[in-house]
């Protein structure tokens, strides 16, 4: 009969595979590098920082968020306010341009309680 010590090392090989996370995974890794082969010519691979930073505050029917861009190219942000009650209607603001170094305020309300709220973002 064989020691168990000869099979420890196949096992711990074997019980470190299995127990590697997806993004380990070679197949992961090899994924991202095909979407960026992708990209439309004369488009920069890596289009830099971009986002304003939003703070969103509900103080029971009311909400507002507010939005600083500490980055270069304005970001246009939009307040999104989902209601609670079936029959209260959902609310989306019009986008508002965040410039560079600029905060923004935006609100918004419900009739009763809000469910979530929350801030897109688009270049």
């Given amino acids: 009969m064989r020691s168990p010590r000869r099979f420890a090392p196949a ?13 380990a995974m070679p197949h992961a ?6 979407s ?3 990209m439309k010519p004369g488009q ?3 289009p830099g920082p971009f ?8 103080t029971g ?3 507002v968020a ?3 861009n500490p980055y270069p190219e304005t970001d246009h942000v939009g307040l999104h306010i989902e209601c609670d009650p079936w029959w209260d209607l959902d609310t989306d603001s ?3 341009d965040a410039g560079p170094a600029m905060t923004v305020r935006l609100t918004g309300r419900c009739w009763q309680q809000v469910r979530s709220a929350w801030v897109s973002h688009a270049r």
């Fill in 44 to 46: 920069p691979a890596d």
């Fill in 66 to 68: 507010y939005c600083h």
């Fill in 11 to 23: 096992f711990l090989a074997i019980a470190l595979v299995t127990a590697l996370p997806y993004d």
């Fill in 51 to 58: 986002g304003s930073e939003c703070r969103v505050h509900v």
């Fill in 61 to 63: 029917s009311h909400v």
């Fill in 29 to 34: 890794r090899g994924k991202h590098s095909i």
């Fill in 94 to 96: 019009a986008p508002a």
């Fill in 36 to 38: 960026r082969a992708r």
